[in-house]
T-cell receptor, first 109, second 115 residues
Framework: GQNIDQPTEMTATEGAIVQINCTYQTSGFNGLFWYQQHAGEAPTFLSYNVLDGLEEKGRFSSFLSRSKGYSYLLLKELQMKDSASYLCAGKDSNYQLIWGAGTKLIIKP | DVKVTQSSRYLVKRTGEKVFLECVQDMDHENMFWYRQDPGLGLRLIYFSYDVKMKEKGDIPEGYSVSREKKERFSLILESASTNQTSMYLC??????????????FGAGSRLTVL
């Protein structure tokens, strides 16, 4: 079956760095997405990886290893506003998105 | 500012009632989606549409139907609401083919409680 696994909850300190991992098993692979969702709000797009390696966008970076079925989202210089859920989603051979349950990130002062 | 608008943020309905959830996008997107979001589960696709009057079943279409009479509007219908349909419903849209890096733009969600 198809599956996306990510930790349920993580806690980090303001100003620090946190890495949120995601492992995936999909029928075929057409890319991996990360979305951010603040409580009570719409998910918003953060990153897309389809080739191996690191994509950097300001304080946020996303990494992909297709051979390992693994991705991570790296958040640097954490701010209180980064408290949110982070959703990992893989696109399968039918171009359908398979979603993880999300990682709730709690930032402490 | 481009938007996906879900007209009802919070609804409370009784078992057996017919429920309409409306979604409108202003980005001229071809593709529209309805998901439900439940605690501890990933987003689950109910239905999607890639063109006016076209619809495709997602992973959990049972108990739901959809309507897309105009490009900008995609409605989710619960013919006879049941308590297990209590959930957050998210509408999303994107343009172009379903392949590639087409990013979804989501609405803020409609939280439905069925008593």
């Amino acid at each position: 079956g198809q599956n996306i696994d990510q930790p349920t909850e993580m806690t980090a300190t303001e100003g620090a760095i946190v890495q949120i991992n995601c492992t995936y098993q999909t029928s075929g692979f057409n890319g991996l997405f990360w979305y951010q969702q603040h409580a009570g709000e719409a998910p918003t797009f953060l990153s897309y990886n389809v080739l191996d390696g690191l994509e950097e966008k300001g304080r946020f970076s996303s990494f992909l290893s297709r051979s390992k079925g693994y991705s991570y989202l790296l958040l640097k210089e954490l701010q209180m506003k980064d408290s949110a859920s982070y959703l990992c989603a893989g696109k399968d051979s039918n171009y359908q998105l398979i979603w993880g349950a999300g990682t709730k990130l709690i930032i402490k002062p | 500012d481009v938007k996906v608008t879900q007209s009802s943020r919070y609804l409370v309905k009784r078992t057996g009632e017919k429920v309409f959830l409306e979604c409108v996008q202003d980005m001229d997107h071809e593709n529209m989606f309805w998901y439900r979001q439940d605690p501890g589960l990933g987003l689950r696709l109910i239905y999607f549409s890639y063109d006016v009057k076209m619809k495709e079943k997602g992973d959990i279409p049972e108990g739901y139907s959809v309507s897309r009479e105009k490009k900008e509007r995609f409605s989710l219908i619960l013919e006879s609401a049941s308590t297990n349909q209590t959930s957050m419903y998210l509408c999303a849209s994107n343009g172009g083919s379903l392949s590639g890096a087409n990013v979804l733009t989501f609405g803020a969600g409609s939280r439905l409680t069925v008593l």
